[in-house]
């Protein structure tokens, strides 16, 4: 019989309960919208990226970020920085914390995090990338990975060789992101250089890179890899892992209508006001508002409305009025 594509997922010594991941994205993945991802369908969570050297210094945010709610699990946790000494204390730091699994973060393109020496300028580096991730691997007993991208640039494929390094250094599985860094998030996924990379090492490779549907889902997970990871395409749709498991299924998605999109968003500002206390919680919540209030006469004032609001109260009123009219 044919395997079927959604299965459990071995990552080192944890299995994971499926192999539909939610991406680490910073600002996004904290703790209330993890949990509704895991509600949604995901099999593993990843926190956003914390630097390992402000978790060196006592940082209380980054202190924060570390926090695992006892309902998200299973959570990977990744770290990013440029020393191994700041590499294995953040990846213990982690492990106390509760993570799962802890990531090293060598393929973020943004020039902060780069000119720290972390990042995507690792991929150029492969003799320091493997101390950080040898460092990383002695410091803890749960798994580690490594997510990295497929090339810096088009001139060089580098998916293959990150792949075996991560191997080599004792890395339980691999997620390479099919883009090359200078692409950030645009342009086709490259497949066919994820599928090579499968192909030359025995760790799980997971890929990643503009899955917004079942059908890219598939092409990833037919190309040989052992999970797909999924960003953008769960804000606004944290359903989408189940909706992928229904089409693998044959059957409907889970409803993503505006109202019921609205219903989910507001409950997610809720949980972040608990979270993190009014003023926070309702400036974390207005990032990816472009992403719930949309698809709906009136989206555009809705959301100019929306983001100049501060209390919960006034958020709440503005919610019913516009839910009273997309149900009438």
């Known amino acids: 019989s044919k395997m079927s594509l959604i299965r459990p997922l071995k990552i080192g010594s944890f299995t994971v309960p499926n192999n539909l991941i939610l991406a680490p994205m910073a600002g996004i993945t904290d703790s ?177 890179g503009g899955v917004l549907t079942a059908e890219t889902a598939k092409k990833f997970l037919q190309a040989g890899c052992a999970g797909v990871m999924i960003g953008r395409g769960a804000i606004g749709n944290p359903f989408i892992f189940q909706d992928i498991i229904n089409a693998f299924e044959g059957k409907a998605p889970v409803s993503n209508s505006p109202a019921k999109r609205l219903e989910i968003y507001l409950n997610l500002i809720r949980e972040n006001v608990s979270y993190y206390g009014e003023r926070i919680g309702v400036n974390r919540s207005r990032k990816t508002a472009g992403y719930w209030i949309k698809d709906f006469p009136n989206a555009s004032e809705m959301r100019g409305l929306f983001v100049r609001l501060d209390t919960l109260a006034d958020i709440e009123k503005l919610f019913a009025e516009t839910l009273s009219r997309l149900c009438a």
Do not use: W
Request: charged residues 25%; aromatic residues 2%; glycine residues 10%.
């Open 32 to 208: 209330p919208f993890r949990v509704l991802c895991l509600k949604g369908g995901a099999g593993l969570v990843c926190a956003e990226m914390v630097s390992a050297h402000a978790l060196h210094y006592g940082n209380e945010k980054s202190g924060r970020m570390l926090r695992v709610n006892p309902k998200e699990h299973p959570v990977s946790m990744q770290i990013f920085g440029s020393d191994e000494t700041t590499i294995a204390e953040a990846a213990k730091n982690a492990e106390a914390c509760g993570a799962d699994i802890v990531d090293l973060n060598a393929g973020c393109p943004v020039k902060k995090i780069n000119k720290a020496g972390a990042g995507c300028v690792l991929m150029k580096d492969e003799a320091k990338l493997g101390r950080l991730l040898e460092a990383a691997v002695k410091s803890v007993k749960i798994p580690v990975t490594l997510k990295t991208r497929i090339a810096l640039t088009h001139r060089e494929l580098l998916g293959v060789r990150l792949a075996k390094l991560a191997e080599r250094c004792g890395c339980a599985a691999v997620t390479l992101h099919a883009r090359a860094a200078v692409d950030v998030h645009s342009g086709e996924p490259n497949i066919g250089a994820v599928a090579e990379a499968c192909a030359t090492v025995k760790i799980p490779v997971i890929g990643n």
